[in-house]
């Protein structure tokens, strides 16, 4: 049987970390920055990770 290919586009956009947990990068970041409220763009910055609900599909997408 072939080897499971990971998805490459996820592997970018995904981190796995030691406690299992998968980091995500946080949308509303990239543009129009401008009529964002400084407390809504520092939040912004704080790390997400992906809900209980879709790591599974994650999980599948990065080959684990």
């Known amino acids: ?23 995500r990068g946080s949308a509303f ?3 129009i920055l401008t009529k964002k409220s400084k407390k809504r763009k520092r939040n912004l910055r704080a790390p997400k990770y992906v809900a209980k609900a879709n790591i599974k599909e994650v999980r599948e997408l990065l080959g684990i």
């Open 29 to 31: 970041r990239s543009h």
């Open 1 to 23: 049987m072939p080897k499971m290919k990971t998805n490459r586009g996820a592997a970018k956009r995904f981190k796995v970390k030691k406690s299992g947990k998968i980091k």
